[in-house]
């Protein structure tokens, strides 16, 4: 704990003395979830973890509406997480994969998952 509120005070004084008009968030945490905090995200990546996949089988995967599924892929495209292929087939198929950048989030969802396990209620208790 003590680690994240030092990163948070050293890039909240860092941020301080910068005269900058710019909103964008200096705290790597803040940073980080701007990328993987939106609705969705941290499920797509999951199953992207997993390898490629075309855009149904995310649909299947997840049960969201695929207007959210892609907008969400747009966004992590965008920032460089995940990449989308086009195989000239007839009909064209479109495959996502996790770029380096990425499958670099493996270690994060790995803590969430290991979080979750140790301290979330069974699923039989949560009502």
Known sequence: MKRLIRYRNRYERDESSV?????EPV??????????GGKWVILIIRELI??????SELENELGASSKMISQRLKELEKNG?????????????????????????NKILDA??????????PKDSAS
Not at 29 to 35: A, S
Not at 50 to 55: A, C, E, L, N, S
């Open 112 to 121: 969430m998952a290991e979080w979750g396990l140790r301290y979330e209620c």
């Open 81 to 105: 997480i995940v990449r989308r292929t086009v195989i000239p087939d007839v009909p064209p198929k479109v495959e996502y994969t996790l770029t380096e950048k990425g499958e670099s989030l």
């Open 19 to 23: 005269k900058s008009v710019s909103k």
């Open 50 to 55: 997993q390898g490629k996949k075309r855009f």
């Open 27 to 36: 705290c790597p945490i803040e940073r980080t979830l701007n990328v993987i």
